[in-house]
């Protein structure tokens, strides 16, 4: 199973940009997906995250601006960033919990190699 995220870039203060990340290889099913971000210096966070069924939840820094969603027929997830500021820069990695196919009692773990958000003037 491999994750393959893009869409990052620079970016000036108050624009957008939109991150995919799309998983491919023997996956069953897919659960839960989510973004993260690890700005310089600081820990990984979570961003956003979408279950299954659709419902999603995000950082108190991005409500409002960011925008989670997925397309299960791709098995692909998106993020829509908009207004954004100096403090959204970062690398952001998506992660994903699935079932792959042979192997559908266990759920497993994977991380995209993240994509650089440099927002700047």
């Known amino acids: 199973v491999q994750l393959q995220a893009s869409g990052g870039g620079l970016v000036q203060p108050g624009g957008s940009l939109r991150l995919s990340c799309a998983a491919s290889g023997t996956i069953f099913s897919i659960d839960a997906m989510a973004w993260y971000r690890q700005a310089p210096g600081k820990r990984r966070e979570l961003v956003a995250v979408i279950a299954n069924g659709g419902s999603t939840n995000y950082a108190e820094a991005v409500k409002g601006r960011f925008t989670i969603s997925r397309d299960n027929a791709k098995n692909t997830v998106y993020l829509q960033m908009n207004s954004l500021n100096a403090e959204d820069t970062a690398v952001y990695y998506c992660?994903?919990?699935?079932?792959?196919?042979?192997?559908?009692?266990?759920?497993?773990?994977?991380w995209g190699q993240g994509t650089q958000v440099t927002v700047s003037s």
């Open positions: 992660n994903v919990d699935l079932y792959r196919s042979g192997s559908v009692l266990i759920k497993y773990n994977y």
